[in-house]
């Protein structure tokens, strides 16, 4: 006979497929009157039901508790699994992982004042593609243009929804059909395989490779020139490096080349640095007024790596040029939605205040964040952290060397400080550094850091306010009691 929800089983005992309450039953229980209220009919009958159907096979196999039959027992377990069906995939993490701008961590932060753009204009209509001024059908490309245009010189601008679409789209729109030439030296792989040569594929091109790996010469591009050749293009190397011997052309003199021969040069800058950071002590990245000054027709990159925006794909370049690439039908495939257009526009106002970035800019704040600051919060942090992990695990204020991240400067190290966890016992070291990063993963606001050397370590470059990790270490000491 089936159990109704208010009969007690003997506890310690197996329960049979026959002491499971029916959907109907277990929804219409008075504990179950809440979650109804709460969550509709539809979602709580089809968590019900897939909770009964996991306990049935659990006591098909002889594995199902009486006590797992109970109505407290199931009333619990169908709200965790309520709970766990509406929790959000996406969550916020800490990254302690020493590489600022982190590719699978989300990449740039977005800057305050990007955020209150970006929750003003979703929050009711706006002027995305209607001109205020003439009531009419407006661009929204004019979003930013005027502003790409004042912070990198360019006569025009366009934007999609990220740089290896505006890689696609430039070569599509350029040299579909025809032939792009490209040292061999700069066919680059980036995350997620995607490769340059498919990329031209893809775009409908024909690559032409000039040059060695190592080593590439004005002459290798000016014999590869002929009838089917629409596009000289240059890849910079973002992330990686090639040392020792070793030749490259820059881009004022592959554009002096093609123009001579009255074709375009694009490059692809991929990072797309907007200011020098070298004078914010940081390594050096190429900006792209400084490609189009060289004579570049097109130059691409990022949005959402050293820029410090969005998701985006950014293009720049001469009226001819970029007129040719925003009327290729590709684009309206390609192109960016409010909700990155709002946040991308915020960010680069940023820039009409360049004294200001470093304060305003998140990923500028974090790269330039003085190393005694970081070292300070590591010392402060420490005794807690012991508290945390005692007796299983020492805690040390270390030097630390992090990175910028996302294929920027790939060989340059950031100067850091953090935190080393080290397993007390050597044997099973490995298994024990597992299970602290596991732990460290599993609290509610989860922590990244990473496994080297035999310790944890928890970069603090990328920890400007400290409360929140310090407020989980007692779930993380009763995770590892």
């Known amino acids: 006979m089936t159990?109704?929800?208010?009969?007690?089983?003997?506890?310690?005992?197996?329960?049979?497929?026959?002491?499971?309450?029916?959907?109907?039953?277990?929804?219409?229980?008075?504990?179950?009157?809440?979650l109804l209220a709460e969550h509709g009919h539809t979602l709580v009958a089809g968590e019900a039901r897939a909770l009964l159907d996991g306990l049935r096979v659990r006591a098909l196999a002889g594995a199902l508790e009486a006590g797992d039959v109970q109505p407290a027992a199931l009333q619990a377990a169908l709200r965790s699994r309520i709970d766990a069906r509406l929790a959000p995939r996406m969550r916020r993490v800490l990254n302690l992982t020493g590489t600022v701008i982190h590719t699978n961590l989300g990449r740039a932060l977005l800057a305050e004042p990007a955020l209150q753009h970006l929750l003003a204009m979703m929050a009711g209509p706006n002027d995305l593609e209607y001109d205020l001024a003439s009531g009419g059908r407006g661009d929204r490309d004019s979003i930013v243009e005027e502003l790409l245009c004042t912070l990198t010189g360019a006569q025009a601008a366009t934007v999609v929804n990220n740089n290896a679409a505006a890689v696609l789209l430039t070569i599509a729109a350029l040299a579909r059909g025809r032939e792009v030439i490209v040292s061999r030296g700069e066919l680059v792989e980036i995350g997620g395989a995607f490769r340059m040569p498919d990329v031209?594929?893809?775009?409908?091109?024909?690559?032409?490779?000039?040059?060695?790996?190592?080593?590439?010469?004005?002459?290798?591009?000016?014999?590869?020139?002929?009838?089917?050749?629409?596009?000289?293009?240059?890849?910079?190397?973002?992330?990686?490096?090639?040392?020792?011997?070793?030749?490259?052309?820059?881009?004022?003199?592959?554009?002096?080349?093609?123009?001579?021969?009255?074709?375009?040069?694009?490059?692809?800058?991929?990072?797309?640095?907007?200011?020098?950071?070298?004078?914010?002590?940081?390594?050096?990245?190429?900006?792209?007024?400084?490609?189009?000054?060289?004579?570049?027709?097109?130059?691409?990159?990022?949005?959402?790596?050293?820029?410090?925006?969005?998701?985006?794909?950014?293009?720049?370049?001469?009226?001819?040029?970029?007129?040719?690439?925003?009327?290729?039908?590709?684009?309206?495939?390609?192109?960016?939605?409010?909700?990155?257009?709002?946040?991308?526009?915020?960010?680069?106002?940023?820039?009409?205040?360049?004294?200001?970035?470093?304060?305003?800019?998140?990923?500028?704040?974090?790269?330039?964040?003085?190393?005694?600051?970081?070292?300070?919060?590591?010392?402060?942090?420490?005794?807690?952290?012991?508290?945390a992990v005692a007796p299983r695990f020492t805690v040390e204020v270390a030097a630390m060397q992090g990175q910028i991240g996302s294929g920027s400067l790939p060989v340059e190290r950031l100067p850091s400080a953090g935190l080393a966890l080290s397993p007390l016992q050597k044997k099973g070291a490995g298994r024990a550094l597992d299970e602290l990063a596991s732990a460290l993963r599993a609290l509610p606001l989860p922590v990244i850091g990473r496994i080297a050397e035999d310790r944890l370590l928890l970069d603090l470059r990328g920890l400007e306010d400290p409360q929140p990790f310090a407020d989980q270490l007692p779930a993380l000491r009763a995770a590892l009691a």
């Open 200 to 387: 031209m594929a893809a775009a409908g091109a024909t690559l032409v490779e000039v040059g060695t790996t190592n080593r590439t010469h004005p002459h290798d591009y000016e014999r590869a020139i002929g009838e089917r050749t629409a596009l000289l293009m240059k890849v910079h190397t973002s992330n990686y490096a090639v040392q020792g011997f070793t030749a490259s052309v820059d881009e004022a003199d592959i554009a002096r080349i093609a123009h001579a021969r009255g074709l375009p040069m694009a490059t692809d800058l991929g990072s797309g640095a907007l200011v020098d950071l070298a004078a914010h002590g940081l390594p050096r990245e190429p900006l792209p007024q400084e490609k189009l000054a060289a004579g570049c027709d097109v130059v691409t990159f990022s949005g959402d790596k050293l820029l410090g925006g969005p998701q985006a794909g950014l293009i720049v370049g001469t009226k001819e040029a970029v007129g040719r690439i925003r009327k290729f039908p590709m684009k309206r495939a390609l192109r960016m939605s409010k909700l990155p257009l709002a946040a991308l526009e915020a960010t680069l106002r940023l820039y009409l205040r360049p004294e200001r970035l470093a304060r305003d800019l998140p990923t500028l704040r974090l790269l330039t964040r003085p190393e005694g600051e970081i070292r300070a919060l590591a010392q402060r942090l420490a005794p807690i952290v012991v508290e």
């Open 3 to 34: 159990a109704r929800p208010d009969e007690s089983v003997v506890h310690g005992s197996k329960a049979s497929a026959k002491d499971l309450p029916s959907v109907d039953r277990l929804i219409r229980s008075p504990d179950s009157a809440a």
